[in-house]
């Protein structure tokens, strides 16, 4: 899953890539985007790796993506950044709160650009139904059915409204499969302030649009970031600055896209997963790998709370809390799971 960073162009998208990844903007990936990793804060996998003392630890990671950012004064030139821009599962919008710039406007302005283009790509495709239902062809009635499931989608993106709530039709999802509609993507709103708090008006005008708000000095902390351990923590105090901002928005993304965290342990490795809320036990099974969906016979399951606070897999199997269960178990946060297979 691969998160968009997403913006317009002086808004402090790059710097936000950055403080989440450790990575230098790369200049020469400015009109293509840039991609990195961020490590999620995880306190169980910390305790957990502490409990196994594994040979290798690997602690889950969001793939995030430095889009291109969009030009507010030419809008034709944005066309293919919003393109690049499809490729992501959802959207993290960094909006600048500095002197001169109102927010909601940006906001606004922002998702203005992403119903335009998704009612250009929905345009185009039934201004091809169009002329290939009045032809005698063998799919005609198929691509007319197309053409009626994508006509209200349309009048809808017509109206200036997205698509992120609307309930979608079976044939509506089909029609639509390809597209990666940018206003069905979930969107989460990065206030760049110039404290932590930012101004609460700004905050509760976007979030009357619905959008969830992460407020942080984006700019500030990287500094922060900079700086030796023993003197980072008597800054940020001194600056305000009482929770990491990069940390916020990890927990913001969970949120907006629905991630929970699964574990596999033992003295090799202790692994941190990221699997969809509502997952299987065979979907986890092919999280880790293809052949233990394949081969899937049962997983073995426990709660890392039992485990830690038992202090053994041998305690919680003692205990009684270990359960076994079949392919089509929905996996809780927290979960740590022994697939069993065979192939």
């Given amino acids: 899953m691969k998160i968009g960073i997403v913006g317009f162009q002086g808004s402090g998208k790059s710097s936000l890539f950055q403080l989440m990844t450790g990575l230098e903007p790369d200049p020469a990936k400015v009109q293509s985007g840039q991609v990195g990793s961020a490590i999620v804060p995880d306190e169980r996998f910390r305790r957990l790796v502490e ?57 606004q302005a922002f998702q203005e650009e992403l119903v335009l283009a998704d009612l250009q790509i929905v345009t185009r495709r039934i201004e091809r139904l169009e002329k290939d239902v009045s032809k005698p062809r063998p799919d005609r009635e198929q691509l007319a059915k197309e053409l009626e499931a994508l006509k209200p989608l349309a009048e809808l993106l017509e109206s200036g409204r997205t698509l992120q709530d609307i309930p979608f039709t079976e044939d509506q999802q089909a029609a639509t499969r390809s597209f990666s509609l940018l206003t069905r993507k979930q969107r989460l709103i990065v206030l760049n302030t110039s404290d932590s708090a930012g101004k609460p008006q700004a905050v509760q005008d976007i979030e009357a649009l619905g959008l969830p708000v992460v407020c942080g000095p984006i700019g500030l902390e990287l500094e922060l970031q900079r700086l030796p351990d023993e003197e980072r923590e008597e800054f940020a105090e001194a600056m305000g ?103």
């Fill in 51 to 107: 409990l196994y003392r594994p040979r290798k630890q690997t602690p889950a990671r969001i793939e995030l993506f430095d889009t291109p950012g969009l030009d507010r004064s030419a809008q034709a030139r944005n066309a293919q950044r919003l393109g690049i821009i499809r490729e992501s599962a959802a959207l993290v919008q960094v909006v600048g709160q500095f002197a001169g710039v109102d927010p909601l406007a940006d906001v």
């Fill in 241 to 343: 600055v009482t929770e990491s901002c990069r940390e916020r928005v990890l927990r913001a993304i969970f949120e907006i896209t629905d991630l929970i965290t699964f574990y596999t342990c033992d003295e090799k490795e202790v692994r941190a997963w990221l699997i969809k809320r509502g997952s299987t036990a065979l979907e986890a099974a092919d999280t880790i790998h293809s052949d233990l969906a394949r081969g899937f016979i049962r997983a073995e399951v426990m709660s890392v709370d039992d485990l830690l606070r038992l202090g053994s897999e041998r305690e919680v199997k003692a205990a009684g809390l270990q359960h076994v269960e079949g392919r089509d178990y929905i996996v809780q946060d927290g979960d740590e799971i022994v697939v069993r297979f065979n192939v």
